[in-house]
């Protein structure tokens, strides 16, 4: 594979090669994908066997028509069946919301899911691309999204809850707003393809509103929250006239027999659907507390199930990506192609403690590494890692951007850690759960003071040589001075954030941040005290409705 990475990459339609196209070129093995965001816990192996022990009727058979399986996933989620249209993957249904609903122009913050920005242009529309600022943690501020869209003169907005790549999130009271200011759109999509992996409020979804409202869509995926991205099937709620209109364009077969039979199986397994989202969301508070400990790489606040984060300055997104598949067989998502991103970003999506210990420790040895070809030189300045050029190094280090720690010093506090808090490391044995990684943190003796993320130096200080090429948009000026994100306040004075359901004591804070860094909360995008933990789901969650009962 090490030959033919190059023009993998660049003879796909998509952002990365398929598992397909990957298992083809190893043996018929594919790399572990930190790539594609689905669920990794879901479906379960009993699941897996039943589908498997079906294969044959399933693949012999016609499905039924797509209303019979729509009525069925309506009667799952409690929605009325003339309110949901059904579609082969999401994407079919964002272009047949813009072939029908789109008359002119689309507003869309960037970054984002590119079909959000590419199928309009494919129709010739106005695209109004409004820009996340690295500054701020890349939150969207509803207040001045919707100035844009005035002086843009708009006709429809999409806000993607949680955004791809970076995992932001708005709630459910800040997004009724938007539209209750944007009543006079001809469109507002809300696409909530990765809600369910949240755990910032315990209601997010807006699928109620879009019942009620005449000019609002909300899109859901069935792929990526099942770990069913191959069975290609989501859908969309809105009023009856708007969810008909477009449900009357589909095939009446454009749902196909395996579909139809996960559909039908998953009112016998909500309780495992339920545990799935709790365990992604452990995971991902784990992922970003091992990520932030490597030297340079910021972990900004997700509640998706991925992570964005930005490497080293010095770094190449692609050289990294290719690296970590050719020498380490891990796949991950570069996104120098990305509308409002670069090269020195990848998403990275939230997986088992296991593969995430193989991914900390390829990215060690690829942006650290001694030998010839590290994607980050060593400088040799006292640090055991580089940030590029020594001023921009030196700039980094003192201030982080932002009036953070040096990281040189947070480098230097991971060296002092105790073995059991340092990564990497061996697990340790008594770790309670079976969850390997995770170390009970002693008892805070307060609450650590709330931090801003680590944020990038202002633009006008980088020397030339350390620029980062930026894709061509419209944009907003950088500010000189990094601001804190809106979406992470300040904790009031006393409270400590509350430990995710299930972790008990473990540790929540992230290694070299334990003085004043960022808490657990934070790391989640939350912007409150998380709640205490609801009982236990007994059935199959309602759209809308209790995503968070468990964890």
């Known amino acids: 594979m090490a030959d033919n990475v190059t023009s993998l990459f660049r003879g796909t339609a998509a952002h990365s090669p398929s598992m397909a196209a990957l298992a083809r070129e190893s043996d018929g093995v594919g790399p572990v994908d930190f790539c594609i965001p689905c669920n990794p816990y879901f479906p379960t192996p009993g699941m897996f066997e039943e ?71 494919e129709t010739g529309k106005r695209v109004d691309m409004f820009p996340l600022q690295e500054s701020a943690g890349f939150a969207l501020d509803p207040a001045q999204y919707i100035e844009f869209i005035r002086a843009r003169g708009t006709r429809a907005a999409v806000i993607c809850n949680p955004n791809n790549p970076d995992g932001g999130f708005l709630t459910r009271r800040a997004l009724v707003n938007f539209m209750d200011q944007l009543q006079d759109l001809d469109l507002i999509v809300i696409d909530e393809s990765f809600l369910e992996f949240a755990d910032a409020e315990s209601d997010p979804s807006v699928v109620e509103e879009a019942v009620l409202r005449p000019n609002v869509i909300v899109l859901r995926s069935l792929g990526k929250n ?56 452990r995971d991902r508070l784990d992922m970003a507390r091992q990520l932030t400990a490597l030297p340079g790489l910021t972990v900004y606040p997700s509640q998706g199930n991925f992570l964005f984060v930005r490497l080293p300055v010095g770094a190449e997104g692609t050289v990294v990506r290719d690296r970590l598949l050719t020498e380490h067989r891990i796949l991950v998502r570069e996104c120098g192609n990305k509308i409002g991103s670069s090269s020195r970003f990848l998403r990275l999506v939230v997986r088992p403690q296991t593969d995430v210990r193989r991914l900390v420790s390829g990215m060690e040895q690829v942006l650290y590494g001694t030998r010839r070809g590290a994607a980050v030189p060593e400088l040799g300045n006292g640090t055991s890692y580089s940030s590029g050029t020594a001023a921009v190094d030196r700039l980094v280090s003192e201030t982080n951007g932002a009036g953070m720690p040096g990281l040189a010093a947070q480098a230097a506090a991971m060296q002092s850690l105790p073995p059991a808090q340092t990564w990497p490391g061996p697990a340790p044995a008594q770790a309670p759960m079976g969850m390997p990684g995770l170390v009970p943190a002693p008892a805070p003796a ?66 070299g941040l334990r003085n004043g860094g960022l808490t657990a909360a934070q790391v989640r995008g939350r912007t409150q005290p998380e709640p205490p933990p609801a009982s236990q789901p007994t059935g199959w969650p309602a759209a809308g409705a209790a995503y968070n009962q468990v964890g």
Not at 61 to 85: F, G, R
Not at 246 to 270: C, I, Q
């Open 51 to 121: 589908l498997s022990g079906r294969l044959r009727e399933i693949i012999t058979y016609y499905p039924s028509s797509a209303d019979t399986i729509t009525a069925e996933l309506c009667a799952l989620l409690q929605l009325p069946p003339s309110c949901v249209a059904m579609g082969n993957g999401s994407t079919e249904l964002i272009t047949w919301i813009d072939h029908l609903l789109v008359r002119e122009s689309l507003a869309i913050p960037v970054p984002t899911f590119g079909r959000w920005t590419d199928q309009p242009m």
């Open 226 to 281: 099942f770990g069913l991205h191959g069975i290609r099937f989501g859908y969309m709620v809105a009023n009856p006239a708007l969810a008909g209109k477009v449900r009357s364009m589909l095939p009446k077969w454009n749902l196909n027999s395996f579909a139809e039979f996960v559909v039908f199986m998953l009112k016998n397994h909500g309780q495992e659907y339920m545990e799935s989202l709790h365990l992604v969301r």
């Open 446 to 511: 307060a609450a650590a003071p709330p931090m801003m993320p680590p944020q990038p130096a202002a633009p006008m200080q980088m020397p030339a040589a350390a620029q980062m090429p930026q894709a061509p948009m419209p944009q907003a000026p950088m500010p000189a001075v990094a601001q804190a994100p809106a979406a992470a306040p300040a904790m009031p004075p006393g409270i400590a954030p509350a430990p995710a359901a299930g972790l008990g004591a473990f540790q929540t804070g992230m290694p």
